[in-house]
């Protein structure tokens, strides 16, 4: 059995999808951000760095682990799905993995940040976020004119940067134009476990449509940041 320390953030569905497509047993705890259950004593001896997702392996000698991309590899190994075996594929996937965790990851965040959640409205840092969100877009966009898969099969890789492109228009970032990575965002819907896990530990629905659901979500998110 595998505890699941999650809020629904991307980060938090790359950890819950990538457990519900190798179909491992887990339990889900929700941590309130807003509330800065992250920061309890009991959490960062889990998470040293007082953020979700993080697991724990209890068929493991209880083994705690953070950080997203290290639980996806745990897992992968864990189950032998998702993630070669032979140095070149793995390799492939790990790189992927990491573009998600360097750059689309941090961009979107920050661009989610000075455009959603800061009450101060600062210009430059919007479109340096959202510009360069855009780009590493269109690196994706390139790499699926080549490829149905970001590295040659499925993998880890296509769920973690999927978690994030997924929510583009939060961010701010257009994916106008860009076919390819429409057509992968898409098609990973169809993926096995994808649907479940963007599901846990709650339902989101999409506040971008009712207006005082965006508010709520706001308020709960700028809680999280002044921390």
């Not at 493991?60 to 032979?86: H, Q, R, V, W």
């Not at 000075?114 to 479109?127: G, L, N, S, T, V």
């Not at 997924?166 to 476990?193: F, V």
């Not at 846990?200 to 709520?216: C, L």
Request: net charge neutral; hydrophobic share 40%; aromatic share 10%.
């Amino acid at each position: 059995m595998i505890d699941l320390y999650t809020a629904p953030t991307p980060n938090g569905y790359k950890a819950s999808c990538t457990l519900e497509a190798m179909k491992l047993e887990y339990k889900a705890h929700t941590i309130n951000l807003g509330e800065g259950e992250q920061f309890t004593p009991e959490f960062l001896k889990i998470s040293p760095n007082g953020r979700i997702p993080a697991i724990v392996d209890r068929d493991n000698d209880n083994l705690a682990i953070f950080e997203s991309g290290a639980i996806m590899i745990y897992l992968a190994e864990k189950s032998g799905m998702l993630l070669p075996t032979d140095s070149k594929g793995r390799s492939k996937v790990i790189q992927w993995l990491m573009f998600q965790m360097g750059g689309i990851g941090p961009m979107m965040g920050q661009a989610n940040v000075f455009f959603r959640y800061f009450p101060e409205k600062i210009q430059p840092a919007i479109d340096r976020y959202q510009n360069e969100g855009r780009r590493l877009f269109e690196v994706l966009d390139n790499r699926l004119a080549e490829n149905e898969w970001l590295a040659d099969d499925y993998s880890i890789a296509d769920i973690a940067n999927w978690c994030w492109v997924r929510t583009h228009n939060w961010s701010g970032i257009s994916t106008e134009g860009l076919s390819h990575l429409e057509r992968w965002k898409d098609a990973m819907y169809e993926q096995p476990g994808m649907l479940e896990g963007i599901k846990v530990p709650m339902k989101i629905d999409n506040v971008m449509k009712d207006k005082k659901k965006a508010k709520e979500f706001i308020e709960r998110a700028q809680k999280s940041v002044k921390k």
